[in-house]
């Protein structure tokens, strides 16, 4: 593999500053007050400079939302393909996810502030949306599940697809009260996943 010219390297490196400043920004003051003032003096850049790479702040935040989407969905799948057998696949990806939102912290708050998940603040959406990209996230849990139904650890008659949005539910039914309550921020998401997994497998009734 061809390593990229300098120009573009240089380009890319500007490029991930930006976002990286953006996040930061968008953190401290929240989409609607973020200016792409704000954003250029975070990264040490003119504005003019800003505003090559992106038209304005919208265009920006999605980029920033479609990097952190692909980066997310990355180490999900990785760890996930990883791991053997039905019930660890489940358990690695409910664990990934989680650890990943903890991660980024910062970012994800901004993001269910501002509609994440299909409930959109922001009035347009690029061609290749984040709700398209956790639609296809969603396609590959139901995968998960299919195995999981072969090797019986989920009930066969369940549909997959329906499960696999069941299980997001339950991920982001969780996730969203640790972002915004801080009484919950004594629990860390990852000691949650345990939580998440015997709920989602054998449901809260006394059997």
Same mark, same amino acid.
């Given at each position: 593999? #061809?390593?990229?010219?300098? $120009?573009?390297? @240089?380009?890319?490196?500007?490029?991930?500053?930006?976002?990286?400043?953006?996040?930061?920004?968008?953190?401290?003051?929240?989409? /609607?007050?973020?200016?792409?003032?704000?954003?250029? $003096?975070?990264?040490?850049?003119?504005?003019?400079? !800003?505003? %090559?790479?992106?038209?304005?702040?919208?265009? %920006?935040?999605?980029?920033?939302?479609?990097?952190?989407?692909?980066? &997310?969905?990355?180490?999900? $799948?990785?760890? +996930?393909?990883?791991?053997?057998?039905?019930?660890?696949?489940?358990?690695?990806?409910?664990?990934?996810e989680f650890a990943y939102f903890e991660e980024n912290e910062d970012f994800f708050r901004?993001?269910?502030?501002?509609?994440?998940?299909?409930?959109?603040?922001?009035k347009d959406k690029p061609s290749r949306t984040t709700v398209e990209k956790i639609m $296809?996230?969603? @396609?590959?849990?139901?995968?998960?599940?299919?195995?999981?139904?072969?090797?019986?650890?989920?009930?066969?008659?369940?549909?997959?697809?329906?499960?696999? /949005? %069941?299980?997001?539910?339950?991920?982001?039914?969780? !996730?969203?009260?640790? &972002?915004?309550?801080?009484?919950?921020?004594? @629990? #860390?998401?990852?000691?949650?996943?345990?939580?998440?997994?015997?709920?989602?497998?054998?449901? +809260?009734?006394?059997?």
């Open positions: 593999m #061809n390593p990229l010219p300098r $120009k573009a390297r @240089d380009r890319l490196l500007r490029r991930t500053d930006i976002l990286n400043a953006a996040m930061r920004v968008f953190a401290e003051k929240g989409y /609607h007050d973020a200016t792409m003032s704000d954003i250029a $003096k975070c990264a040490e850049y003119a504005v003019g400079t !800003i505003y %090559l790479y992106f038209k304005d702040k919208q265009a %920006l935040y999605l980029a920033l939302t479609d990097e952190k989407m692909d980066e &997310l969905i990355r180490r999900v $799948k990785e760890r +996930t393909e990883k791991s053997r057998g039905a019930l660890v696949k489940i358990r690695a990806l409910i664990e990934e901004i993001y269910f502030s501002e509609g994440g998940l299909g409930n959109w603040a922001i $296809k996230f969603l @396609d590959y849990v139901s995968g998960v599940i299919k195995k999981a139904q072969a090797e019986n650890v989920i009930k066969k008659d369940l549909d997959p697809k329906k499960t696999a /949005h %069941l299980l997001a539910g339950m991920i982001k039914s969780v !996730i969203i009260p640790w &972002l915004k309550d801080k009484p919950l921020k004594e @629990d #860390n998401l990852r000691g949650l996943s345990g939580f998440i997994l015997d709920a989602f497998l054998n449901g +809260t009734a006394v059997k």
